[in-house]
């Protein structure tokens, strides 16, 4: 079975595919089912294609479908986990049609089984089983203005601004005191209420695990006992915060960390936290590729933090002058003779580390660039670091 960093590699290439057309086909097959029905719907769907107005994307979807069938049929039975098939034209060049086809076996049961014909290969089924972080709704909120968010993984989405009128001024003598306080007070119900409908959103957000509301004053306790949100959602937590805007949300977050610790953004910012720690005292902490590679050759590492996005080549290169190889991670070098070398072989050293460092127990964690902590380390770290195992002697 695919690692977990293979199969997430292999889905961001998937991504960059698009047809010029909707000629991309994707397949959704879950375990145990009939091949032979599958392949007798390709049929089905291999006719209706007849009906495309485009000839050039009629024959290349009716190629791709034959492709499809065809390695079905070497199939007698659906992997353990089920399969992703994924067929088309993925050339780049007009009248030079290019049919690949792509398997993906999953690391979890597929749960959908479809046919889609589409511009773009159907990869939500599959990007959902990678994203395994949790969600939390956010509220910042005080009595003139609300902004409500949600924590994703390490990713702060605000969902809907709003603002009350609750605190508006009247003219002098144009309200009795009885009748002004009564408005307000409506005014302050339905400011309460649009907050809770905001709040509908999260019940759609898979999985979910509460809502934390802040704010200064006693605004955000008043909205919590009032229960103007919907029944089903659990408030885990309210927090003393300054602000009711973004800056808000992101201040209710790091307040809020013993309520999370679990998630993502927390989980990063305290390993990213511990690496820069065991840096500065020159403890269990290593990075550079040379000391990664060391460390992995003697089976020590037991963390490995990646920069999301990064990519590491080591580059074989040969000087036709003086005929020396070199092993580099830039393909740019001058032989030592004054030559200019040429690439003689790529290698994926990136995918070798994180192989090792997942078959000798060890934790591959990626650090993204959208949080302080993470920016500060794939600066200063080159993107790549390495928590090792404590030596005892």
């Not at 070497?74 to 353990?80: A, I, L, S």
């Not at 907050?195 to 934390?212: P, Q, S, T």
């Not at 103007?228 to 973004?246: H, P, T």
Request: proline share 4%; net charge neutral.
């Amino acid at each position: 079975m695919e690692s977990n960093y293979e199969f997430k590699k292999k889905l961001e290439e998937m991504t960059k595919y698009s047809g010029r057309g909707t000629e991309l086909i994707s397949v959704y097959i879950t375990p145990n089912y009939p091949v032979s029905e599958i392949v007798g719907k390709l049929r089905d769907e291999y006719g209706q294609a007849s009906n495309i107005k485009s000839k050039t994307t009629q024959k290349n979807v009716q190629a791709a479908i034959e492709k499809i069938m065809s390695f079905l049929k070497k199939m007698p039975t659906p992997p353990e986990n089920g399969v992703a098939i994924f067929c088309g034209n993925i050339s780049e060049t007009e009248g030079k049609p290019d049919i690949e086809l792509f398997t993906v076996i999953p690391p979890q049961p597929l749960q959908v089984q479809f046919y889609r014909c589409e511009s773009k290969f159907v990869l939500d089924p599959l990007l959902e089983i990678t994203d395994n972080s949790d969600s939390y709704g956010i509220l910042a909120m005080d009595g003139r203005d609300a902004t409500v968010g949600v924590l994703k993984g390490k990713t702060i989405k605000v969902l809907k601004k709003l603002h009350s009128t609750a605190h508006q001024k009247f003219h002098k003598g144009g309200q009795s005191a009885g009748r002004f306080q009564r408005i307000h007070e409506e005014t302050v119900e339905k400011y309460y209420q649009r907050i809770g409908e905001a709040m509908n959103a999260f019940l759609d957000i898979k999985r979910f695990k509460g809502v934390i509301v802040g704010g200064p004053g006693p605004t955000k306790e008043d909205f919590v006992k009032g229960k103007y949100f919907n029944y089903q959602l659990k408030i885990i937590g309210v927090v003393d915060i300054g602000y009711a805007d973004e800056s808000g949300l992101r201040e209710l977050i790091n307040k809020s960390s013993e309520l999370i610790s679990e998630q993502e953004m927390v989980k990063e910012k305290k390993i990213v936290d511990e690496f820069m720690a065991e840096i500065v005292k020159n403890g269990t902490a290593t990075y550079g590729v040379n000391e990664i590679m060391s460390n992995l050759e003697q089976k020590n590492v037991s963390k490995l933090l990646v920069t999301e996005g990064f990519k590491l080549v080591k580059y074989t290169l040969l000087c036709p002058k003086c005929g020396k190889r070199y092993e580099k991670y830039s393909p740019d070098y001058k032989c030592e003779c004054g030559g200019e070398t040429k690439i003689e072989k790529e290698e994926d050293l990136l995918e070798e580390i994180i192989k090792k460092t997942e078959e000798q127990g060890g934790e591959v964690i990626p650090i993204s660039t959208e949080t302080q902590e993470g920016a500060q380390f794939s600066e200063m770290f080159h993107k790549i670091g390495a928590l090792t195992r404590r030596i005892l002697y």
